[in-house]
């Protein structure tokens, strides 16, 4: 017994069996026509759906088509050629012919000096005003660098002045003392807010210059002559122009107190030492204040 041998063929129609046909056997016999027929369509059929795209990662071919979404719509649905131009056309809106390829608006702006205020006004029309109204009222009353002297319209210097708390009610919810903290000349730090570097600081809180401590010391300077002493490194000199000053020392053989200076031998004088200064200067750069490396610009921000 063996399988018929079967082409992928579509036939119009299939062979009925008549009750005069003869009953005739093999491949090409009546009684196996039906089922060579159908069989045929069967492959034929097959091969036509392996042409097919996939259904996963599909890659299409000729002109598929698919409903056009509304431009409401925000998910994962197709976008046809006829949604996109739309959503285009919407955004060109009223723009002249002129204009509405970027081609012709990159000509136009390297032609028109005012055209970037048309397109920033016809942009503005097409943003989200909530948002925007909100960006802007959140920096509101933030200081920010500005190269200029003259503030321009719409904005406020941090120059410690008071402001009308009814003119800037937004800029009164930030400050609500009415006055702006005085910026000129200072730096601005990131509160501590519990991390416990620079504690005990509350928000908008002046603080005064300081440096750490600096400290040292010298022991047995007793004469003048002491050759070290002009050898003196860092921010320690001795000062020539004040020399022999006298000293008060205990005199350990007696309960008295002995005025006077130790020479080399032990004996006793009144002018054996020299005064020794501190002075940074001859170790960094000093100035009236404790400042890093800055560049000065004017603090100002949005007021409203």
């Keep these: 017994m063996a399988n018929l041998i079967l082409t992928p063929e579509w036939t119009e129609g299939i062979y009925q069996l008549e009750t005069s046909d003869l009953i005739i056997g093999g491949p090409d016999g009546v009684d196996n026509r039906q089922a060579i027929q159908l069989g045929k369509r069967t492959e034929y059929l097959k091969q036509e759906v392996e042409k097919c795209a996939p259904s996963a990662s599909p890659a299409f071919t000729g ?3 698919a409903p056009t979404a509304s431009q409401t719509v925000n998910d994962t649905t197709i976008a046809t050629t006829a949604f996109v131009k739309a959503a285009i056309a919407d955004l060109v809106g009223s723009a002249p012919a002129t204009l509405d390829t970027l ?3 990159a000509t136009a702006l390297g032609n028109d000096g005012k055209i970037k205020e048309v397109l920033l006004a016809e942009i503005a029309k097409k943003a989200n005003a909530t948002d925007f109204t909100t960006l802007k009222e959140l920096l509101i009353g933030i200081p920010f660098p500005y ?3 003259a503030v321009p319209s719409g904005c406020l210097a941090f120059n410690g002045q008071a402001f009308n708390k009814a003119t800037y009610p937004i800029l009164a919810q930030k400050y609500p003392s009415g006055v702006l903290p005085d910026l000129r000349g200072e730096f601005i730090r990131g509160w501590g807010n519990g991390r416990g ?3 005990g600081r509350g928000l908008l809180s002046a603080q005064g210059d300081a440096i750490r401590n600096i ?3 010298l022991s047995d300077i007793l004469y003048q002559d002491v050759s070290f002493l002009d050898n003196a490194d860092g921010a320690l000199r001795r000062d020539k122009t004040i020399v022999n000053l006298s000293y008060s020392a ?3 053989g007696s309960s008295t107190d002995v005025s006077g200076s130790m020479g080399i031998q032990g004996g006793y004088s009144t002018k054996t030492g020299d005064r020794i200064n501190l002075d940074a200067s001859l ?3 000093t100035a009236d204040e404790n400042r890093p490396r800055n560049i000065a610009f004017q603090y ?3 007021a409203k």
């Design 300 to 302: 100002i921000c949005l």
């Design 147 to 149: 190269p200029l002297a």
């Design 63 to 65: 002109t598929p088509t």
């Design 250 to 252: 205990y005199n350990s």
């Design 197 to 199: 570097v620079d504690a």
């Design 215 to 217: 400290t040292g010391w």
């Design 283 to 285: 170790v960094v750069p």
């Design 103 to 105: 081609a012709e608006i």
